[in-house]
């Protein structure tokens, strides 16, 4: 890992500016994708979550200073569209629809809001191997490489932590996208961690050599289209379990306030089952997802921390009927399998285009394969040996995958000089 794990993107990176302009950058800022490892749709209920930063990157490349900023996209250009952003350094505004300069314009509007300045203006290009909007992060790096940039060109040394947080606030209570803070926090610290997203946030990063087939379904998906009708489900489902006249006290406390605030971590599905199956089935597996799905995660964390199962880690493990071996590398592909089937009939977030691929690269090799992202299209993320990915890659392109990638595990967001 390291510097090398970059150097392959930044040349091509470089290439490409050069053909484009003629001239290289002087400063570049690279930012890595994330495949949404374990926990998938529970950073916004406040639990925690386990992304796995991947060598695909959005590189942000300055080309000149200047009184105003401009910025090009190299992969908008390539297919044809409008590319260019201009705007004043002061008094930003975004613009209306969805266009891609509102990500930076928000990251400026909150860096400001914290009492930095830009000294200058400049003119700037992006450029990316992450795909858009195939649940890889594409919108967290290219908002964490743009903090990263915006902090040097301004003089200032900022944390992992700040990056993430400035691009968190910057996408989801500027542009008012209801995203939560996994793409954010895996572009910047990088590796694998545990995101704690509950104030006070913290990332806890966990040291684990894992190769992973990234599948872009081609299919295209939107977070915002996705995201918010879970959430006005889960409120349903609360209010309707608070209503219950047979519901414990004790039981309700833990599920006073909406999503976001409710004690998810201190409920057993145990305690709850019963009382679940008094409200409507679609509401009822909403909860029940949530809960199994963090119970999953819990044991995976411990597994790639290397730390012995306690009793509860079985008895979870036992009622999920994954089969409890000393080979810990089984057991935590059997949850990642686990985890998928959760999404699919629990949280009614996959397709029988995704099922496809995905039976089909387990039937090639895959340890384990689940969606990674909102789901409803995206990418899906293998668990697979690197000597059986050509034939993963093979069988997926053959039954209508668009790409099939092989990543490692990367570092964070990192500045170049040139």
């Keep these: 890992m390291g510097v090398t794990m970059y150097d392959d993107f930044l040349s091509k990176f470089i290439n490409c500016i050069k053909q484009e302009y ?4 002087m400063i570049v800022s690279l930012a890595p994708g994330r495949a ?9 209920k406040g639990l925690p979550v386990v992304p796995a930063a991947l060598n695909l990157y959005v590189g942000i490349g300055i080309l000149r200073f200047s009184d105003k900023i401009i910025v090009d996209s190299l ?16 008094k930003l505004e975004l613009v209306e629809n969805r266009w891609f300069g509102n990500y930076l314009r928000a990251c400026i509007i909150e860096f400001t809001r914290r009492g930095f300045q830009l000294k200058k203006g400049f003119h700037a290009v992006i450029w990316g191997t992450i795909p858009i909007g195939a649940g890889l992060g594409s919108s967290g790096a290219l908002e964490v490489a743009f903090v990263k940039l915006l902090a040097e060109l301004a003089d200032i040394r900022l944390s992992p932590t700040e990056i993430a947080e400035i691009a968190y606030i910057a996408e989801h209570d500027i542009m008012k996208i209801p ?33 992973l087939a990234v599948i872009d379904s081609g299919i295209k998906h ?34 006073r306030g909406r999503y976001y605030e409710v004690a998810w971590d201190q409920i057993k599905l145990e305690e709850i089952q019963r009382f ?20 999953l995660t819990i044991v995976a964390i411990r597994i790639l921390k290397k730390e012995p199962l306690t009793k509860r880690d079985i008895e979870i493990l036992q009622r999920e009927r994954i089969e409890i071996t000393k080979n810990y590398f089984k057991i935590l592909a059997e949850i990642i399998n686990k985890q998928h089937e959760l999404l699919r009939d629990l949280y009614d977030v996959s397709l029988p285009e995704l099922e496809k691929i995905r039976n089909i690269a387990l039937d090639a ?19 697979v040996d690197k000597e059986k990915f050509p ?10 995958a668009k790409r099939v990638w092989f990543c490692r595990i990367s570092d964070g967001v990192r500045l170049i000089y040139l």
């Design 22 to 25: 003629k001239t290289q950058p």
């Design 36 to 44: 949404d490892f374990l926990n998938t749709h529970q950073d916004y």
């Design 75 to 90: 992969n908008l250009k390539e297919k044809g569209e409008e590319f260019r952003d201009e705007f004043p350094i002061e």
């Design 179 to 211: 995203c939560g803070r996994l793409d954010q926090y895996a572009s910047s610290f990088g590796n694998i961690i545990v995101l704690y997203p509950k104030p006070p946030v913290r990332a806890e990063k966990i040291s684990a050599d894992l190769s």
């Design 222 to 255: 939107a977070t915002a289209q996705i995201h918010p009708v879970r959430q006005r489900e889960l409120d349903l489902a609360l209010e309707m379990l608070r209503n219950l006249p047979n519901l414990p006290e004790k039981l309700r406390s833990k599920l």
């Design 276 to 295: 679940l199956d008094q409200i409507e089935d679609t509401l009822e597996k909403r909860i029940e997802f949530t809960l199994r799905m963090n119970d």
């Design 365 to 383: 090799g895959a340890h384990a394969v689940k969606i990674s992202g909102a789901g409803l299209g995206g990418c899906l993320i293998a668990l």
């Design 391 to 400: 034939n993963v890659r093979d069988a997926c392109i053959n039954a209508g």
